[in-house]
């Protein structure tokens, strides 16, 4: 066989590996930034109501 040849299927795997933890990042960011702010923003309100 030819040395390259094992590339393809090795450079696949890699990159599937860090499409799945690059989506996990980015949808643990597009869940937890709203919750944090509306947290953030309600525990500014009832301060103020104080």
């Not at 066989?1 to 890699?14: E, K, T």
């Not at 990159?15 to 933890?21: D, E, N, P, T, Y």
């Amino acid at each position: 066989m030819y040395p390259a040849a094992g590339n393809g299927p090795r450079r696949a795997i890699f990159s599937l590996g860090f499409g799945v933890v690059a989506g996990k990042l980015q949808a643990d960011v597009a869940f937890y930034l709203p919750v944090i702010y509306t947290y953030e923003r309600r525990k500014r309100r009832a301060v103020k109501a104080r």
